[in-house]
């Protein structure tokens, strides 16, 4: 049996559905909520007990639950699973869904570290993004969760259509005044199926301009390092020590365990995906079979372009002995990545290859480049 460390748990239910939104999240469906913690606590009880250094609860929105039912999930997750000495135990929350007692119920069954999806400071901007918070409760949510739990972040959506610099710099002024020592800080993307991409085909959204991009990535890690929150990805920041040690494991392709609609685990070369809509996926744990799961071995290509996406993303960037590992050699890469260090778009150091910061709002496009 492989030693798997890592643990992700989804809940795809949210008050509603925000429109650049791609996750497997889905609105409504309360009725629905009690079945779907059994479900998810029968498969948990079907993965091997840890134990795991971090789980994450993510969605969707797991603050949705009810308390009753946030409670049932936590104690049963406690029941079964082992965690490692200091472990490291995240829970997604949306402002929306945030109050003192859930949070309470989290931290008193374990959860060590909460991730709040802010989003945006300004009320126009949350209204353009279809949030079911405003800035008030944002606020309020981030100092309930500050007294809750030791560790806490937030994520902001940038590049929006009409964000101005000005608004940019007031919304990561909310690290400091919650003397958060972690943020995410996501461009916005028009992701195929959202309502928002189906809005830009009609013509009444409009990407923003690559250097207005490039001047925004700028100012988010500036602003940010000047917190002493340090870029370690693309899109996150932490002071040293405080990086979520659950996302590393993704981007330093750990194996991770998952359980819930949609959820995809990652064990030894295989992938597995499972049934992404709530209702069948309750059904196919009743069924105890896993018939709709879906179950790929990596190939030796998919793992070399994973060593190669995944990396760039991080500070540290991919280390030129992991590319040798999965069977990509220097004479292949090597003219490529001279091209970018010429253009200012690569570094490399200490046998790593790293994006420039000017490469990160084009980092797609330098990473297809570099691939096989
Ligand atoms: C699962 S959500 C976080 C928790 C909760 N569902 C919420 O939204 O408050 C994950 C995060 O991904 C980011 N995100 C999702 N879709 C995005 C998009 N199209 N462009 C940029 N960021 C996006 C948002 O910052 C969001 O907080
Ligand atoms: S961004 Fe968060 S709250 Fe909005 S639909 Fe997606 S998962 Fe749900």
Redesign the pocket.
């Known amino acids: 049996m492989p030693d798997v460390r890592h643990l992700y748990l989804h809940v795809p239910y949210?008050q509603a559905k925000?429109p650049?939104?791609?996750?497997n999240?889905i609105a409504g469906r309360d009725d629905e909520h009690a079945a779907y913690v059994q479900a998810l606590l029968a498969e948990v009880r079907r993965l091997p007990r840890g134990p795991y250094d971090t789980v994450f609860i993510?969605?969707?929105?797991p603050t949705l639950l009810g308390p009753r039912l946030l409670e049932g999930l936590l104690a049963g997750l406690r029941d079964h699973l082992l965690l490692a000495d200091g472990y490291e135990w995240t829970c997604?929350?949306?402002?929306g869904s945030s109050d003192a007692e859930r949070f309470a119920i989290l931290a008193a069954h374990g959860v060590n570290r909460l991730?709040?999806?802010v989003?945006s400071t300004h009320d126009h901007h949350l209204a353009f993004l279809g949030r079911v918070h405003r800035g008030a409760e944002a606020e309020r949510a981030l100092a309930l969760a500050r007294a809750a739990v030791p560790r806490v972040s937030a994520?902001?959506?940038m590049g929006l259509p009409e964000q101005t610099s000005a608004e940019l710099d007031a919304d990561l002024e909310l690290y400091r005044r919650h003397d958060l020592a972690h943020a995410?800080v996501?461009?916005?993307?028009?992701?195929t199926g959202?309502e928002f991409h189906a809005r830009r085909a009609r013509g009444e959204l409009a990407d923003i301009a690559p250097e207005r991009s490039r001047a925004l990535f700028a100012q988010a890690w500036d602003g940010l390092a000047a917190l002493g929150l340090e870029a370690y990805e693309t899109s996150n920041f932490a002071r040293a020590g405080q990086e979520s040690r659950h996302n590393l494991a993704y981007w330093l392709r750990r194996d991770y365990h998952a359980a819930g609609a949609g959820a995809v685990s990652t064990v030894a070369g295989v992938r597995t995906t499972r049934e992404k809509h709530p209702a069948r996926y309750i059904a196919a744990v009743a069924a105890g079979d896993g018939a709709l799961w879906k179950t790929e071995h990596l190939t030796a290509a998919e793992l070399l372009a994973e060593t190669w996406m995944l990396g760039l993303r991080l500070a540290g960037g991919v280390a030129t002995a992991d590319l040798a590992a999965a069977g990509d050699h220097e004479e292949r890469w090597r003219p490529r990545a001279d091209a970018l260090i010429g253009e200012g778009l690569l570094e490399e150091r200490t046998g790593h290859l790293t994006l420039t910061r000017a490469a990160r709002a084009v980092q797609d496009e330098v990473t297809v480049y570099l691939l096989p």
């Open positions: 949210c925000c650049y939104c791609d996750f999240s993510g969605g969707g929105t997604e929350a949306n402002p991730s709040l999806g989003q994520d902001l959506i995410s996501y461009h916005l993307t028009y992701e959202t």
